[in-house]
C-alpha cells in the first residue's frame, strides 16, 4: 500500500507538493527517473507492496525547506517491515501491577524490546504510542516513552487514542509517516492499567479549587468551601457510558445480542474455546517469543511471566452458573463471556523494508494494508470489524479466502459471534454498506487460534499490538501468508490490519 502525503503549514495551509513545486520551474530539465515527475515511467512490480524510493532532488529539497516542511519528507514507495512484536504479560486489575502505571509498564516493554532486538535505540526516529485511559500526569506517554527507554531525545514522538483501536493506530500512523519520508524507524505500540484510572472530583469542588488558588486570606478560602455540600467531596471515577448514546459497552453488546438471535449458550461456548486455547498456547510455549517477564518494582523478587486471567480449568458448565453483568432481568453477557479489566503494554519495532535490510534484520512480516470505519453507534456499535474489513481486503486485492489466520478482537463474545454471523449476510452486507459481495465464513483453524482477549485480557491501547504480534508468529509457524487482525471500538468505531509473512 502506498500512501503520498501533502504536509501542512503551521496554519493549516497545504504545502505545495513537489510537482506543484516543479511545475513553476518551466525550464527545468524533465526528471525521467522520479516519481515526483508527471512524466516519470511507472515502477515495476506490485506498487501495494516495495519498490525503492528514489533520493529526492536537491531543488525539491531546498524548497520544501524554504515551506517549512521536512527535508526528508519526501514520499516513498516501499514496504514498511514489522521487525519485532513484544508485550507484558496481562494481569486483571489490581493484581500484578497494581503499583504500576500505563508509562511505568510502557517504558518496561519498549526497553525490553529495544534490548531483545539488540537495537541501538539512538537509531529510532519516532515513536508512536497510545494510552485509552488517559493520564493526568502523563498526557503524551510516547514523549515520555521516549525520555525513559533511553532513545535519542531528538527522537519525534506523538501519542494517539481511538479507543481499543489504538494499537492499530499507531502502527498505521507511523507507517504513512514512514511512507512520507519523516522516518525509517519507529517504536509504536500501546499501554493500559485500569489499576490506575484517573478519579477526578466533582465539577462544583473543581470550580472551588481553582477560586481557592485566587483567594488572599484563609477566611476567602474558608468561604468558599462553605458553598460545598457533602455530596460534592465524592470522587468522580472515570466514565463507563457512551456520551453519545448513554449505553455502556455492555449493553450496547447486549442489544446486539439480543437483536441477532445469539444465544448466552453460544456466548458461553465461544468463551470456553477462547480460554481452551489460550491455555494450550501458554502450556506449548506459543506465547515465548511475544511476552517478556515482567520484574516488579519495588522488591524485584516475584517475576510476572504468564497473563493472569486465563482459565486453564475452563469448562461450559461453569460459564453457565454466572449471572448477567448488564441486564440482570434478560441479559446474556457474563463476567465469563465479556473481556476482563486488564492491565498491561505492548510495543512493536517498525522499520521501512530497506533500512531493515540495512541493519541485518529479518523482519516478522510487513503491512500490506489497513483501514478504518465508522458507524452509527446507536445501532450496532461494536460491528466495526465487519465494515473496516471488505475496505482492507480490497486495498490489498484480497478476499478473506485469502487469508491464513484471522484474530478478532474479543471485546465480547457476543460482539465476536455478532460480526462473524454478518460476514456472511448478504442483507447486512446490501443494507448497511451496500455491497452485493459478503465476506465469507472463517475456518475455525484460522480464527483466533490461540484464544484472545476473553481469555488473555484486554489493556485497552495494547491489544493491537499484541494481535498483530500473534497473527506474524502463527503465520511464520504455517510457512507464511496473509494474516488479519480486526478490532471494535468504542464510539461505532472499527479497524483492520492486514499483514504479510514471506
Known amino acids: 500500500m502506498i500512501i503520498q502525503c501533502r504536509p501542512r503549514r503551521a496554519g493549516g495551509t497545504p504545502v505545495p507538493t513537489e510537482e506543484v513545486l516543479l511545475a513553476t520551474k518551466k525550464k527545468q530539465a524533465p526528471r525521467t527517473a522520479q516519481t515526483g515527475s508527471s512524466e516519470a515511467p511507472e515502477a515495476e512490480g506490485d506498487t501495494t507492496s516495495s519498490i525503492a524510493a528514489a533520493d529526492a532532488p536537491v531543488e525539491a529539497v531546498a524548497e520544501r525547506r524554504i515551506l517549512g516542511a521536512p527535508a526528508v519528507g519526501r514520499a516513498r514507495e516501499e514496504r514498511i517491515a514489522i521487525v519485532a512484536g513484544l508485550r507484558t504479560p496481562f494481569a486483571k486489575q489490581a493484581s500484578h501491577y497494581m503499583s504500576l502505571s500505563a508509562l511505568d509498564l510502557a517504558r518496561i516493554v519498549v526497553s525490553e524490546l529495544i534490548q531483545k532486538t539488540d537495537l541501538d535505540p539512538k537509531l529510532v526516529e519516532l515513536c508512536v504510542y497510545g494510552q485509552v485511559l488517559p493520564s493526568i500526569h502523563a498526557p503524551n506517554i510516547a514523549r515520555e516513552v521516549v525520555l525513559g527507554t533511553g532513545i535519542t531525545r531528538e527522537a519525534q514522538a506523538f501519542s494517539v487514542s481511538r479507543a481499543c483501536s489504538t494499537g ?14 519523516q522516518a525509517s524507524i519507529a517504536i509504536t505500540g500501546g499501554a493500559d492499567s485500569s489499576s490506575d484510572v484517573p478519579i477526578t472530583v466533582s465539577r462544583k469542588l473543581a470550580n472551588v479549587l481553582v477560586e481557592a488558588q485566587k483567594a488572599r486570606t484563609l477566611a476567602d478560602k474558608l468561604k468558599l468551601f462553605s458553598r460545598l455540600a457533602p455530596k460534592d467531596l465524592v470522587p468522580v ?105 486488564t492491565d498491561g503494554a505492548s510495543a512493536l519495532l517498525v522499520m521501512t523494508e530497506s533500512r531493515a535490510k540495512a541493519l541485518g534484520y529479518k523482519p516478522l512480516g510487513y503491512l500490506k494494508s489497513w483501514a478504518y470505519a465508522a458507524l452509527d453507534p446507536n445501532g450496532w456499535m461494536l460491528m466495526g470489524p465487519t465494515h473496516a474489513t471488505p475496505i482492507a481486503l480490497d486495498r490489498a486485492g484480497l478476499t478473506l479466502k485469502d487469508i491464513a489466520v484471522v484474530d478478532v478482537h474479543e471485546a465480547f463474545a457476543a460482539q465476536v459471534l455478532c460480526n462473524l454471523q454478518a460476514w456472511n449476510s448478504k442483507k447486512y452486507f446490501a443494507e448497511k454498506l451496500g455491497r452485493s459481495d459478503v465476506l465469507g465464513e472463517v475456518d475455525d483453524d484460522k480464527l483466533n487460534v490461540h484464544g484472545g482477549s476473553l481469555a488473555l485480557g484486554h489493556p485497552f491501547a495494547a491489544t493491537g499490538a499484541r494481535q498483530i504480534t500473534t497473527v506474524l508468529h502463527e503465520l511464520k509457524r504455517r510457512g507464511g501468508g496473509f494474516g488479519l487482525a480486526t478490532a471494535c471500538a468504542a464510539g461505532g468505531l472499527g479497524s483492520t490490519v492486514i499483514v504479510e509473512v514471506e
Request: hydrophobic share 40%; glycine share 6%; charged share 25%.
Open 168 to 181: 492499530y493506530q499507531s502502527l498505521t500512523s507511523a507507517a504513512e509517516a514512514m511512507l512520507a519520508g
Open 237 to 341: 471515577p472515570p466514565a463507563i457510558k457512551e456520551p453519545s448514546t448513554g449505553l455502556t459497552m455492555g449493553e450496547s453488546a447486549e442489544k446486539m445480542a439480543r437483536e441477532a438471535g445469539i444465544t448466552r449458550e453460544a456466548q458461553d461456548a465461544f468463551a470456553h474455546r477462547s480460554h481452551s486455547r489460550a491455555a494450550k498456547a501458554w502450556a506449548d510455549g506459543i506465547f515465548d517469543q511475544e511476552v517478556m517477564r515482567v520484574l516488579v518494582p519495588p522488591k524485584y523478587d516475584s517475576p510476572v511471566t504468564e497473563d493472569n486471567l486465563v482459565r486453564k480449568d475452563s469448562s461450559v458448565e461453569a460459564y453457565a452458573k454466572l449471572r448477567p453483568a448488564f441486564d440482570r432481568v434478560n441479559g446474556t453477557i457474563t463476567a465469563g463471556n465479556a473481556s476482563p479489566l
